[in-house]
């Protein structure tokens, strides 16, 4: 069974940094587009960051280029994503998306089904 597991969220004051991190079991992460979208209730998913199958190509939003780092472990099959300078504006619900041999920047563009999701986790950012 594909499974991705997230953890790591919590409630930081504007400027602090957190790390999630994405543990993927029943496949191979490196074989696997992964990465991190936004969600609020009632608004649309935001793709925050992602990183390629097998070439581990890069992908971030605008709103978090040089604040934030995606980074995958093979050894460990986890995918993490570093968040620096956080920012009010950074609050939300992160989910962690998983599909097979998909590059970072398809991984943002892609608007079907992926193959796996986390159950999500919390962000909040005071200011």
């Known amino acids: 069974e594909v499974q991705l597991v997230e953890s790591g969220g919590g409630l930081v004051q504007a400027g602090g940094s957190l790390r999630l991190s994405c543990a993927a079991s029943g496949f191979a992460s490196d074989a696997y587009g992964m990465g991190w979208f936004r969600q609020d209730p009632g608004k649309d998913r935001e793709g925050v960051s992602f990183i390629g199958a097998g070439d581990g190509n890069t992908y971030y939003a605008d709103s978090v280029k040089g604040r934030f780092t995606i980074s995958r472990d093979n050894a460990k099959n986890t995918v993490y994503l570093q968040m620096n300078s956080l920012k009010v504006e950074d609050t939300g619900i992160y989910y962690c998306?998983?599909?097979?041999?998909?590059?970072?920047?398809?991984?943002?563009?892609?608007?079907?089904?992926?193959?796996?999701w986390g159950q999500g986790t919390q962000v909040t950012v005071s200011s």
């Open positions: 998306a998983a599909d097979r041999s998909r590059s970072a920047r398809g991984m943002a563009l892609f608007r079907g089904l992926f193959e796996a």
